[in-house]
């Protein structure tokens, strides 16, 4: 079993900057990615970055050269770095991991605003 915990969501003005940390708990030696997906009121989530556990990284295209995702497999953490927010990366953010087995979890979810 395996449990994520996030922080560091909130409000900020647009063209700010917020850092969300996400830290795993539980069965994660074998976790094979972990990243960040975002669900905007009305919408459907989506990804948007992911670390694998040799370094690669993947973005969706509107966050890119904005946000940057960074692991520690050591510590079985995941940090998104947001710069240049816009409204329309509001949405509440979900730490995401997926184990070696290919079974995803989730954390509980923190709110981003960003007030335009």
């Known amino acids: 079993q395996v449990q994520l915990v996030e922080s560091g969501g909130g409000l900020v003005q647009a063209g700010g900057s917020l850092r969300l940390s996400c830290a795993a708990s539980?069965?994660?030696?074998?976790?094979?990615?972990m990243g960040w997906y975002r669900q905007a009121p009305g919408k459907g989530r989506e990804l948007v970055a992911r670390?694998?556990?040799?370094?690669?990284?993947n973005y969706e295209d509107s966050v890119k050269g904005r946000f940057t995702i960074s692991g520690d497999n050591a510590k079985n953490t995941v940090d998104l770095q947001m710069n240049s927010l816009k409204s329309e990366d509001t949405a509440i953010y979900y730490c995401?991991?997926?184990?070696?087995?290919?079974?995803?979890?989730w954390g509980q979810g923190t709110q981003v605003t960003v007030s335009s």
């Open positions: 539980g069965s994660t030696f074998s976790f094979a990615a």
């Open positions: 670390v694998l556990r040799g370094g690669t990284t």
């Open positions: 995401w991991l997926l184990d070696g087995g290919g079974y995803g979890y």
